[in-house]
């Protein structure tokens, strides 16, 4: 049976992905403008800063979400981290 608040929050989800981006895209637009020789202004550095790390979070939120989708349908597997290490070698 599909779970509605599932995918309701995938579409919640997707649509927070989707303005992160176009919010990046704006500020993109107007860099690529810039002048190669000059220095990009404090604004747009800040902007940029505060947009990247919106777009990460709405981005990694999708992936959880996602993940956790294909988790419980049993298509992925679930990481052993009971060690510490997650996995990795030293």
């Known amino acids: 049976m599909v779970d509605l608040t599932e995918i309701e929050a ?3 989800s997707l649509r927070g992905a989707r303005s992160a981006a176009a919010a990046l895209a704006d500020i ?8 190669s ?3 990009v202004a404090a604004p747009d550095l800040e902007e940029l800063q ?7 979070v ?7 979400l996602v993940e956790s989708m294909l988790r ?8 052993d981290v009971a060690d510490g290490n997650a996995g990795l070698e030293e």
Do not use: C, I, S, Y
Not at 28 to 35: I, W
Not at 50 to 56: I, S, Y
């Open 10 to 12: 995938l579409k919640a």
């Open 28 to 35: 993109a637009g107007r860099l690529e403008t810039t002048d």
């Open 37 to 39: 020789h000059a220095d």
């Open 50 to 56: 505060r947009l990247t790390l919106a777009n990460a």
């Open 58 to 64: 709405a981005a990694q939120a999708l992936r959880g």
């Open 72 to 79: 419980r349908r049993g298509k992925l597997a679930v990481a």
